[in-house]
């Protein structure tokens, strides 16, 4: 059992810059590919980025791919998205995401255990 938690959303205004982090217990941490997602009102829940067990490995939704970096640190069992540049559209609830494939997924169904999400709101 893998327990998810998710910090650091919040209200910012056009063209700021946010990290949201992501603390895992239980499992060993290492043992899995990260992911996140996000999801708006109204809309599914939305691949945004993965890494793979190691972090060496990464790869991103077009819509963030140059503005956002998943990066994770297996010595403090967190997983981080920092967020720059960001737009209105990039406004939902972000989850995180653990999966037992260690080189990460696109794919909802892969992970295992999810977070309960944070909260990121941008403003215009």
């Known amino acids: 059992q893998v327990q998810l938690v998710e910090s650091g959303g919040g209200l910012v205004q056009a063209g700021d810059s946010l990290r949201v982090s992501c603390t895992a217990s239980g499992r060993t941490f290492s043992s899995y590919g990260m992911g996140w997602f996000r999801q708006a009102p109204g809309k599914e829940r939305e691949f945004v980025a993965t890494?793979?067990?190691?972090?060496?490995?990464?790869y991103y939704a077009d819509s963030v791919r140059g503005r956002f970096t998943i990066s994770r640190d297996n010595a403090k069992n967190t997983v981080y998205l920092q967020m720059n540049s960001l737009k209105p559209e990039d406004t939902a609830v972000y989850y995180c995401a653990a999966s037992s494939s260690v080189g990460g997924s696109v794919r909802r169904i892969d992970y295992d255990y999810w977070g309960r999400g944070t909260q990121v709101t941008v403003s215009s």
């Open positions: 890494i793979n067990w190691s972090g060496f490995s990464t």
